[in-house]
């Protein structure tokens, strides 16, 4: 008997949710957190995607898709939670921006190419001026923050000098599990546009490559020539989209971008449940 699409989808869903569910238990996140988590989104989807056209979307109808109560739908639809008011400035982007401006502008390097140290003070060839070439509207003071935080930069003498080209939080650090949220949101976004069963759109690029039997003593240079190579593409395409940014008050115009990552099975590998 063949599976049905229902049961494809649980077995994937099983599978996406393994990492997800040992960083929730690492950080101390419960089942019934992550439940409650799960409902509102649930009901936050079924409003916005799934409400016929030209209707307004109820509890009932939420209720039905949901296949929670309608007293469950009114409470979650309700509710206010703080820990959901996003940092939506585009930190990691924007500090990732300035730090390959700083690594590639000749504005802002020396004979060599290299960064140079910038004074702080100066607003005219300095950090602050890296800042607001790079940043947007972005605050100098948010953007040095950031990328103190990180480990980025570093005062000396007076000026500050760069220490890392991409924006890249310790392990423990708050912005990396924000940046859990946006990555696999945006993949699982692309996913699901491609999945979209009716095929009206053009599908959007979605490409990997792996083998299974790889020698384990080559993998640090597989790593190495990934993060070299995919560093330089990301620096192209990040080139290309900083060219074509509109102001914010701009329309028409949307958040696009390109992620790549390196993946590699335990040593007790899942299989393919």
């Keep these: 008997m063949s599976e049905s699409p229902r049961t494809w989808i649980a077995h994937a869903c099983h599978r996406l949710l393994r990492p997800l569910v040992r960083v929730l238990l690492r950080h101390g996140v419960a089942y019934d957190d992550f439940a409650e988590v799960t409902k509102s989104v649930y009901v936050e989807v079924a409003r916005e995607s799934f409400t016929p056209p030209g209707k307004r979307p109820t509890d009932a ?155 384990i003593r080559a993998l640090p240079v597989f790593h190495r020539l990934v993060s070299e190579h995919g560093q330089q593409l990301l620096e192209i395409l990040d080139d290309w989209l900083d060219r074509h940014e509109m102001p914010d008050d701009h329309r028409p115009a949307t958040r696009v971008g390109v992620g790549i990552y390196y993946f590699q099975d335990p040593d007790d590998s899942e299989g393919d449940t």
């Design 61 to 215: 109808r939420t209720a039905i898709v949901t296949g929670l109560t309608r007293k469950e739908v009114k409470r979650l639809r309700e509710q206010t939670d703080p820990v959901y008011a996003a940092r939506d400035w585009g930190g990691a982007n924007r500090a990732t921006r300035v730090l390959s401006g700083w690594h590639r502008d000749p504005a802002f390097t020396d004979a060599a190419g290299e960064p140079r140290p910038l004074p702080l003070s100066d607003t005219e060839t300095g950090f602050p001026a890296l800042v607001r070439q790079y940043s947007g509207d972005i605050p100098v003071s948010a953007i040095l923050a950031e990328l103190e935080r990180v480990g980025a930069v570093a005062h000396r003498n007076g000026n500050l000098i760069a220490r890392r080209r991409a924006f890249v939080p310790e392990a423990g650090d708050p912005e990396s599990t924000r940046m859990l949220g946006t990555a696999v949101h945006d993949l699982l976004s692309t996913i699901e546009h491609n999945l979209d069963p009716d095929g009206s759109q053009r599908p959007r690029f979605q490409r990997s490559v792996f083998n299974p039997r790889v020698d």
